[in-house]
Structures are given as structure tokens and as C-alpha cells.
Nanobody, 121 residues
């Protein structure tokens, strides 16, 4: 079992940047498939980016809406994953969650509490 804690959200103007952190405890993140999700009020939760088990900073599968603007990084020493968000748009406003699973095609077993990102015009 792994516990995830997100941080780094806040209020930013359109065009600005934020960096979100997902810190894990209870197990190494390299043993899990990782993902970032987001959910705006009244809308479905959507995928932001997902990576496979044993991801080492290579290919990541980004949603089309964030490609070229959002970038995923890892720090195994801190057992953390970071989501760098650039050129933010009001449409990016949502609660952002990190999640983990040990099953490639299964449900996401572990979730953080979420961090609010608000982008103003």
C-alpha cells in the first residue's frame, strides 16, 4: 500500500505556471503505474497524464489538451512525482489528483486528497 499527498496548487493568471507535487509513502513509486487526473465541479474526472510501472522519465501519455504545456518529472530519492504546468488556461481550473496502481489495466487503487488549481483571465 502507498499513501499519496498532492501539493503545489493555487491561483495563477492565464499564461502562468505551477508545479504540482505528489509525495508517496509506504512504497516506492517505481513499483506502481502512476497517473495525474483532474476534475472540475460538475464535470467528469479526466486523465491528465499516465505512465507505466517502472517509469524512469521517458515516454509519458499526456491528454491532448495538455500536450506541449504539461510535463511530468520524477525524483526517486524523494519518492515523488512532479507535474510542471505551463501556459495555463482557465480551462485547466480543476482539482488535481495523483493516483497509483500495481495493475496495468485495472482500477486506480490509491489516490491523494487533491490540490486545487485555479486559473484566472
Amino acid at each position: 500500500q502507498v499513501t499519496l499527498v498532492e501539493s503545489g496548487g493555487g491561483l495563477v493568471q492565464a499564461g502562468g505556471s505551477l508545479r504540482l507535487s505528489c509525495a508517496a509513502s509506504g512504497g516506492p513509486l517505481r513499483r506502481y503505474r502512476m497517473g495525474w487526473f483532474r476534475q472540475a465541479p460538475g464535470k467528469e474526472r479526466e486523465i491528465v497524464v499516465v505512465v507505466p510501472i517502472n517509469w524512469s522519465g521517458g515516454r509519458a501519455d499526456y491528454a491532448d489538451s495538455v500536450k506541449g504545456r504539461f510535463f511530468l518529472f520524477r525524483d526517486n530519492g524523494k519518492n515523488s512525482v512532479f507535474l510542471q504546468m505551463n501556459s495555463l488556461k482557465p480551462e485547466d481550473t480543476a482539482v488535481y489528483y495523483c493516483a497509483a496502481t500495481q495493475t496495468m489495466g485495472g482500477k486506480w487503487d490509491y489516490w491523494g486528497q487533491g490540490t486545487q488549481v485555479t486559473v484566472s483571465s
